[in-house]
């Protein structure tokens, strides 16, 4: 019994034949352009995960300058104004400020100088992303060929 409709899922009968060759590569195409897309989103998140990590590497390097800074800060004023008047027992006042300021010009300089090389080890480039990244353009160039 027939219907006389067919169904837009049912292959055609009249031409049951070997697919077309443009139909072929059409679908290679379209696989291929899946497979692109894919790759790049999972590029994508290798990169949002490698820039995550280094952020937090680099607000762990700045949270411990902040607070070299702020510890320093807090020690200088009270230990300046304890030393200045120690000294001022043995030299003028003048000078024990000066001797306490250059003293403390030196703590800053060692803070500073180990807060900057710790933000040194800290690295931008989602190195492992941008090496994927080259091998999938070797591959696909190479599949293409």
Do not use: C
Not at 66 to 71: E, I, L, Q, R
Not at 93 to 115: D, F, K, P, R
Not at 124 to 138: F, G, M
């Amino acid at each position: 019994m027939t219907t006389g409709y067919s169904r837009s899922s049912d292959p055609p009968t009249a031409s049951a034949g070997p697919p077309r060759d443009d139909e072929s590569i059409g679908k290679l195409i379209g696989e291929v352009a899946g497979d692109v897309s894919k790759l790049f989103r999972q590029e994508v998140e290798l990169a949002k995960a490698e820039l995550k990590e280094e952020a937090v590497k680099a607000g762990k390097a700045g949270g411990m300058l902040a607070g070299a800074g702020f510890a320093g800060y807090m020690v200088a004023v009270l230990l300046s104004l304890a030393l200045v008047f120690a000294l001022a027992n043995v030299v003028p006042h003048s000078w024990a400020a000066l001797i306490v300021a250059v003293i403390w010009a030196i703590v800053g300089g060692v803070l500073y100088a180990t807060g900057r090389q710790r933000m040194k080890q800290v690295d931008p480039v989602p190195r492992q992303t941008i090496e994927t990244l080259k091998e999938d353009k070797e591959w696909l160039h190479d599949q293409t060929r």
